[in-house]
């Protein structure tokens, strides 16, 4: 293969001994680009995709080959973002190739790119062969509320979920609990309601809402949509574990 026709992708940054992001010790990939505007972003410096550095697929899996020994029986690595999937031919490139090698692999996503039309859709297809595991991102249940928000639909996104059920493919479900926004009993409950419906869903974790991201979007000169909101108290994020049954399923 000549250097033309080699597939890049454009990744922001590279974590040694991720050990948040998926089962055991991982040696995460976060991908740059993003077209969602979540109000509570920490990594707004991810949005845009050609600011990152350009790496072939071979390339990181020699990185992250290095920590191998580390990663047990249950590690292996993640692609983060950003968005993921924004660089699917990438990360199924970059993944046909870890099974190759025999690599746990998970792709921690939103979702946002999802849709069942046209080539795309089988592109994704090709990819959930080469994942053992999707962590997906519901910001909101409510779709209004979603789009204020992130400024996009949640439709396909819970479209997505739904076929990664029926498709087998294990999932972790994650929610970012944000106080005036989606921590609301009612909101939990018909996430918790949805979430009832998945047949292959082996955890659901609660992140807690938090500030630390704020200076970058100062650095970025982006007014902050969430000044004032505080994280959510220790009793709001036991009540939203509570509903939404966090931890294993």
Known sequence: MDDQKKITGYVHS????????????????????CAMRCQFCHNPDTWQMKTGMEYTADELLEKACRYRSYWGSKGGITVSGGEPLLQIDFLTELFRKAKKLG??????????????????????????????????????????QHKILTGCTNKNILAMARKLSDMGVS???????????????????????????????????????HTLGIFKWENLHIDYPLKGINPPTKERIENAEKILGAGTQ
């Open 14 to 33: 590279l974590e040694s001994f991720g050990s948040v992001d998926g089962p055991g010790v991982r040696y995460v990939i976060f991908l740059s680009g």
């Open 103 to 144: 690599i746990h692999t998970t792709l921690d996503t939103s979702g946002n790119p999802y849709t069942e039309e046209g080539p795309w859709y089988e592109k994704w297809e090709e990819l959930m062969k080469y994942t053992d595991l999707v962590m997906l991102d519901i910001k909101h249940i409510d779709e209004e």
């Open 171 to 209: 999932m972790w479900i994650r929610h970012v609990l944000v106080p005036e926004r989606n921590d609301r009993d009612d909101y939990l409950h018909r996430l918790a309601d949805f979430i009832a419906t998945l047949k292959t869903v082996e955890r659901v974790e609660v992140l807690p809402y």
